[in-house]
């Protein structure tokens, strides 16, 4: 079945800097993923996505890179701000019936 | 404005009760979901709705029960069988098949 996990479960970057926040994926059939943010205390709020017949999208301030070869996708943020904080998930789309999420990165910003 | 609505957000309850997790969304959205948070973990599937009076098992269906008697609603139960229901639970539903999952906010559930 479906696995989706990154690599880091805290990140910390300096204000300004870019973040790159990673994530491996097992099953190969999944045809999109999908990035969300959450904040503490909040549900999760879609960020990007990407299709698996794309290598690169990119949205305001933020890029997600898909590499099928080595099952992988990163997001990447640029000139994190303190807004950024939050816990990040990857997620493959299992169709209607909903997605897989990985366990989450918590991008923390230092000022 | 159209969204998802959980309620209550914070709730407590004693060990061997049930409790009803409500959800309701006005997006006309078909299909509907419950997920389980627990801390440093991604989320869960515990149940989800394809279409009003229909509902399917997720990864961690024990202990819980669904309805769907209106495409709006999709209530959960966590009943007295499930054994560590201590979590956050999320509520969402999903724009057509794009797989883009639209969430509330969460209810916080603690049994003490």
């Known amino acids: 079945g479906e696995s989706v996990g990154l690599h880091l479960p805290t990140l910390s970057v300096q204000e300004g800097d870019n973040s790159i926040i990673n994530c491996a994926y097992s099953n190969s059939a999944s045809d999109y993923f999908i990035w969300y943010k959450q904040e503490s205390g909040k549900g999760p709020q879609f960020i990007i996505d990407i299709r698996s017949n794309m290598d690169k999208r990119q949205g305001q301030r933020v890029t997600v890179l898909l590499n099928k070869t080595v099952k992988h996708l990163s997001l990447q943020i640029a000139a994190t701000q303190p807004g950024d904080s939050a816990v990040y998930f990857c997620a493959g789309v299992r169709g209607a019936d909903g997605l897989t999420f990985g366990k989450g990165t918590h991008l923390i910003i230092q000022p | 404005d159209g969204g998802i609505t959980q309620s209550p957000k914070y709730l407590f309850r004693k060990e061997g009760q049930n409790v009803t997790l409500s959800c309701e969304q006005n997006l006309n959205h078909d299909a509907m979901y419950w997920y389980r948070q627990d801390p440093g973990q991604g989320l869960r599937l515990i149940y989800y709705?394809?279409?009003?009076?229909?509902?399917q098992k997720g990864d961690i269906a024990e202990g819980y029960s669904v309805s769907r008697e209106k495409k709006e609603s999709f209530p959960l139960t966590v009943t007295s069988a499930q054994k560590n229901p201590t979590a956050f639970y999320l509520c969402?539903?999903?724009?057509?098949?794009?797989?883009?999952?639209?969430f509330g906010e969460g209810s916080r559930l603690t049994v003490l």
């Open positions: 709705s394809q279409i009003v009076n229909d509902f």
């Open positions: 969402a539903s999903m724009k057509g098949y794009t797989g883009e999952l639209f």
